[in-house]
Nanobody
Framework: QVQLVESGGGFVRTGGSLRLSCAAS????????MGWFRQAPGKEREFVAT????????SYADSVKGRFTISRDNDKNTVDLQMNTLKTEDTAVYYC?????????????????WGQGTQVTVSS
């Protein structure tokens, strides 16, 4: 059973930073792509960032490009999301996702496993 456990969420003022981390267990982490998605109250879940198996290819939603950075550590089975210059519109539950393929994807339906989510609240 694959488990994805997110951590690092919380409350931050606008312009601040947070770093989310996702730990994967019982799975071939180092050979598969990972992603971060988010869902705000009353909205559909949306793509945030994705990274390929090696970490050499990343992709971001336009709304976070230049502010967020996704990275992974294949020795520790973790994927992180560094979030800088946070805005109120970044408030959401953030989900880590894993897919059984090495190439990244911005489509949530292409992911096979999901974490439970971690709340990020940005307020002025």
């Amino acid at each position: 059973q694959v488990q994805l456990v997110e951590s690092g969420g919380g409350f931050v003022r606008t312009g601040g930073s947070l770093r989310l981390s996702c730990a994967a267990s019982a799975w071939a982490f180092s050979t598969n792509a990972m992603g971060w998605f988010r869902q705000a109250p009353g909205k559909e879940r949306e793509f945030v960032a994705t990274i390929n198996w090696s970490g050499g290819t990343t992709s971001y939603a336009d709304s976070v490009k230049g502010r967020f950075t996704i990275s992974r550590d294949n020795d520790k089975n973790t994927v992180d999301l560094q979030m800088n210059t946070l805005k109120t519109e970044d408030t959401a539950v953030y989900y880590c996702a894993a897919r059984n393929r090495p190439d990244p994807s911005d489509e949530d339906v292409k992911y096979d496993y999901w974490g439970q989510g971690t709340q990020v609240t940005v307020s002025s």
